[in-house]
């Protein structure tokens, strides 16, 4: 039986519009890490030439770069490889400079990457430009292969510009000055985004820097770790202090 459509008069009722496209996760993952990625270029440059300059083949940046992925450690690495460190002193070296991730892992947002092999990659490639861009307000509503992208274009970042740096770091002009404030000018934007949208938050900036202070003070030769043990003890205190006020009210 033939049913005719829904009539308003002698004119059928349009039909519903289509629910507007959605960018892919890829698409807005590369959007979402291109500045942080611009960042990383001339940060694998200098990688890359200092790693031929040192007497590495061009193939070892790459490899540092994929398997390492530890940015300034990688650079670290370069003068153990070149002085023959034995391998606790790099291991043990290694811990030092990244056991700020352990500190990361308490918010990052592992638990909504799904699959086994996706939580274990989010790990290894949880960096400080992943964390920053993982975990701020905007990011609080990303889905798995968003948060897995974003990780994986940075990655790829970081290695494709070592490499290139490794291949064409003899033309780099001695002269140039300026790459070695990228990395600095990166971290001093992903801090003020996050800022930001603390919306009007000043006591975490205010610990953070105060748990730096007290850290140059305190303890001169581990000043990250000491500011970062600091720092998430103030957080945790605040945090408990605050949930108590709550629980009374």
Known sequence: MHISPAVTGDRPLPAPAPPPATPSAARAAFKDSAGAGLGFIPLGLAFGALATQSGL??????????IAFGGSFEFLLIGLVTATAPLA?????????????VFY????????VSGRLGKTYATFALCDEAYALTTGKAAR???SPRILWVQLLLHLYWAGSAVAGALLGSLIPDGVTGLDFALTAMFTVLALDAVRDLRGDLPTPALALLSALAARLLFPDQLLLAAFALFTAALLARHLATGRKATRA
């Open 89 to 101: 002193a790099i291991a043990l070296s290694a811990f030092m400079v990244n056991v700020r991730h």
């Open 141 to 143: 509503s990303w889905s």
């Open 57 to 66: 083949d061009w193939w070892w940046a790459g490899l540092s770069a994929t």
């Open 105 to 112: 892992s308490l918010s990052f947002p592992l638990h909504r």
